[in-house]
């Protein structure tokens, strides 16, 4: 369905403590209920601020997506539940493992959290890899767009996306309350279930909730697949998914203290790899169904991703603490994780990551009028990778940052600031004899904004910030077969030379990496009246020494690395004929845009929302272009809300993308139509119960997304209905 933009959204949530599963309040008639959630104004506080901004108040764009637009909104993977949001697309990797895209940034500069604390994964480092977070159990999601390093440091230079959930509760739920949901699909016969419960006992407040998910190849209308192959299914894009979080918080007189574990596991197939399909070739038929279809769709399929990961938080919170402190805050997340990709029954790459972060903030009394948060933030990230296809070595990460953020209002004007500083160090041990095998680095982000009052209507706000990135382990030091990519990848610490005509050495490089340093400038107005919404932000950003993956035109075949001794060997990981080489590289760059939102009602009945977004992305110099850079996208919506039911369509336009960098291919416009109808039975409104039905991409179009590695192989879903069940108890 066409999204909805944030300011409809209609919720009171507390800090972190506020459990509202649905936009619909407890106790009301469905009727009042569908009214209320066009007409209350925006109250939703951030919890990714420990100065409690809402999304009006804050100078930097921020977007929350919650309540009932939430549950109807999410997919198996954060990157597809966020992408019809303004600004935000997705890396599209067969709906398995995408990930968001912020203006045009992604991977490691797009920072994704859980209740504030890294997700844990390695889903930063490539495509292929899922974001370990779900949304199908969280509350809220909140998106900062652009620079958010000062809290969440460097590896949030593009933006921040923040699912929330209550497993580690603030405060009492009044006694217990529980939510349920399911739904089915018709293109990938998804069959999906969600439990989630809290309950009081005494000082104690406890929780649980889980999910379980299956879903077959999904359908899509037929198209010529990059090896001549007509298709019309994204073959090997089955997912076999569970997860489960338990928590209990201890509630006492001046603040919190809890503790969560969590544990996910999936089974998700790698699409686009051909070798594999005349093995199996009449193996895929129809009728699989039940719970050994994904066994044996693993068995039938080609390569496949297996990962799990357990995860342990603890939050604690003391109010009032001391003199000039208004609350202390410490957040701690311990992470074990394993992902593996899996050929012919073996293991060909494994992926392991331990990591430990601890946040200490410290919200202090205003000083001098300014109030604040200040604090540490510790960060460490033990990455483990080997196999024939572990394309970057074994790595650790470890970050110290320091953070101070303050705001004032000086009459209309609320004006907002921050400071932070890292020590980030990046060691690769079995690149001990490369000099470039342990690196540190000290980025340094400062940012400055406000907000103006003009009018009680019009709101404007601008947002400045210098925000420094270093670059990541497998930006520093890849060099091997990526698997999941289809690509051979050399990180900065090496180069290429050419020697003949289809001879190149990968040799150390002789520049040393360098700290990303970005100069970023948001413009925003909010314009709200009875019936009129409207949003627009405009944005620059201009990035020195940006680190980017540039296609060389290079075959893998022709490669020869040097090792410390001198000597030349061919690379021994080429696979068939060879693969495109991606050189990590760093650039001067630019990156500018805007996005709209608007949303007027017409009556008490009918509404139309309207949106649209646009990045462009070229080196400073204007000779070359950005790779997988969104297209430009224009989107409407028109809702009718009646009694105890409501319905939409909507139609979104995506545009031709012809400004591609060297050796990238075009990608055509295409236009998706879709449709909802959800019912609020009244006998029922007091368990806020409600069901759905949705269609998308009504007229079955074809379309392939240009942020996608795998857009040849992998177009947009194809006609899907699908029918979904929501309730409170």
Known sequence: MFRRHPLAIVIAAAVAGSWTPLAIAQQESAENAIHKESDKPEVIVITASPLARTQISSAQPVSVIAGDELREQHAHTLGETLENEPGISSTHFAGVASSPIIRGLDGPRVKVTQNGLDSGDVSRSSPDHAVTTETSVAEQIEILRGPATLLYGSGAIGGVVNVVDNRIAQEAVGGSRGFYGTRFDTASSLREATLGFTADHKDTVWHFDGFKRRSDDYQVPEFTNDEGEIEDTVENSFIDAQGANFG???????????????????????????????????????????EEHAEEAMEEAGPFATLWQNRVQFHAGLFQPWTGIEKAEIRYGFTDYQHQEIEDGSPASTFQNEQNELRVTLTHEPLSGWRGAFGYHYFDQDLNAFGEEAYTPPSQTTRHGLFWLVEQQFGDLNWQGGLRYEQVDVEAPTLAGNASSSLSFKPLSASLGFTYQATQQLQFAVNLSHAQRAPSGSELFSDGTHLATQTYELGLVYELHQEGEHEYHVEPSDRAPVEEKSNNIDLGMHFETEHLHLQANIFYNQVDDYVFGAFTGVNSEDLMHEDEHGDEHTDEHDH?????????????????????????????????????????????????????????????????????????????????????????????????????????????AKHNISLYAKAENLTDELGFVHTSFLKEDAPVRGRNFSIGIRGEF
């Open 248 to 290: 209990v918080s201890y509630l006492f007189d001046g603040g919190y203290a809890g503790v969560a574990y969590g544990r996910l596991e999936q089974d998700y197939g790698i699409p686009g790899h051909h070798a594999h399909e005349e093995e199996h070739e009449g193996e895929h038929e129809d009728g699989h169904e039940g």
């Open 576 to 684: 068939g004929d060879g693969l495109p080489v991606i050189a990590f590289t760093q650039r001067d760059v630019e990156l500018y845009g805007y996005e709209l939102s608007a949303k007027y009602h017409l009556n008490e009945r009918w509404e139309v929302e309207a949106f649209s977004d646009y990045i462009r992305a070229r080196t400073r110099d204007g000779a070359e272009n950005l790779p997988r850079i969104p297209t430009q996208r224009f989107g409407s919506d028109v809702h009718y809300l009646g009694d105890n039911w409501r319905a939409s369509l909507g139609y979104t336009h995506y545009a031709q993308q012809d400004r591609v960098a060297v050796n990238e291919e075009p990608t055509a416009s295409y236009g998706l139509v879709d449709a909802k109808i959800s019912w609020f039975p009244a006998a029922l």
